[in-house]
């Protein structure tokens, strides 16, 4: 969905490009956040689940990541 726009693949982004190029809705990155907090996420484990999210996001067609994909996100990396 966003070819040529991410200079590498989202599993290999830094934590810059991450906050560079990804989207989200503040409404995601707002729960992302609460979740993070309430659980006590380390910051890996954060940047993590965004770029989970950025990919299941990219699956969907969609520009920006929603809070369908950080839910989606967090269920997939505790099933690891």
Same mark, same amino acid.
């Given at each position: ?21 990804? =989207?989200?809705? #503040?409404?995601?990155?707002t ?7 309430? +659980?006590? *996420? ?17 699956? =969907?067609?969609? #520009? ?8 989606q996100?967090?269920? +997939?990396? *505790?099933?690891e």
């Open positions: 969905a966003h070819e040529g726009r991410f200079p590498v693949r989202s599993v290999e982004m830094t934590a810059v490009a991450i906050a560079e190029f990804c =989207e989200i809705y #503040e409404e995601a990155k729960f992302l956040e609460g979740t993070m907090e309430r +659980l006590g *996420f380390s910051y890996r484990t954060y940047h993590r689940i965004f770029k989970l999210a950025r990919t299941l996001a990219d699956l =969907e067609g969609e #520009e920006r990541i929603r809070v369908t994909d950080i839910t996100a967090i269920h +997939l990396r *505790f099933l």
